[in-house]
């Protein structure tokens, strides 16, 4: 695994981008794996900035997105088909048919599972998945207690992901309880994942995530197992980590062999 971390937010953002934009380059019809919530906007906007100024195209790459609240209408402006529209997909060069969201108005909800992990695979399986992580440790909307072999299903939201998402919603109340998510299993087979946090309140999963034992109870903990993992972290996401130095250490030793230490 590998652990980059810088002072800023903003700094994290464009490594991030510049690893992502470095990754479509070197292959034909890339498949994008995308979070939403506040983690990768900034990555996002970098992309999207890349893509105005003709460095980075999204023609030939086809994404899917990790999660949907079960229940929202792709239309619905907290529905995360409409943040993906909003936040990228309306400002890049990408071809929109081939963005995947989960449908979270589905009716026939184990088809639909099975059906969104038969397209990740028919499209060759995700290239590079980006994450976000959760306070309590999820990653998609893999709850505290999802199994680490589990696929794309429907989870019902912990209390603390639910006080969590209110931010972005009149009240509380008004948070779905149910979500659609690809499983811990489905984020593994990813063949590179990175994943993004920042501020305070992310330091102690991130440390739990990164150092602690791998455990259900933490699914993010699960990466531990991913050959091919990078965290970007702020310091202040960092600012719980034992290992700092070591981390630190390795990304020089990178810059001086001039290859990736997983
Ligand atoms: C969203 C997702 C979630 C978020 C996580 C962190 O698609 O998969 O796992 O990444 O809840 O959210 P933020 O970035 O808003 O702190």
């Not at 943040?83 to 639909?112: A, C, W």
Request: proline content about 3%; aromatic content about 10%.
């Amino acid at each position: 695994m590998r652990v980059i971390i810088r002072k800023t937010y903003e700094e994290i953002s464009l490594l991030a981008a510049e690893l992502v934009k470095s990754r479509i380059e070197k292959k034909d019809n890339f498949v994008l794996g995308l979070a939403t919530g506040s983690s990768p906007l900034g990555l996002y906007s970098a992309l999207i900035n890349m893509n105005q100024k003709n460095l980075l195209s999204f023609k030939n790459v086809k994404t899917f997105n990790l999660d949907e609240y079960y229940g929202l209408r792709g239309d619905h402006p907290q529905s995360y088909r409409y943040f993906m529209d909003v936040n990228l997909f309306n400002h890049i060069d990408i071809d929109k048919s081939r963005t995947m969201v989960p449908d979270g108005t589905t009716k026939n909800l184990e088809d639909f599972c099975l059906w969104y992990e038969q397209q990740i695979k028919n499209s060759g399986g995700i290239d590079l998945q980006v994450l976000g992580i959760g306070s309590d440790g999820h990653i998609g909307f893999n709850e505290p207690g999802s199994p680490l072999s589990s696929r794309t299903r429907l989870i019902a939201l912990d209390a603390q992901t639910i006080e969590d998402n209110s931010r972005f919603f009149k009240d509380k109340n008004q948070v779905p309880r149910f979500a659609i998510t690809m499983g811990v299993g489905t984020i593994l087979e990813a063949k590179e994942i990175i994943l993004i946090a920042s501020g305070k309140k992310k330091a102690q999963i991130i440390a739990k995530a990164i150092e602690g034992p791998i455990t259900g109870l933490i699914s993010a903990s699960a990466l531990q197992i991913h050959k091919r993992c990078t965290y970007f972290l702020d310091e202040d996401a960092a600012s719980e980590l034992n290992r700092i130095d070591y981390y630190r250490f390795v990304e020089e030793a990178e810059g001086t062999i001039g290859k990736e230490i997983f």
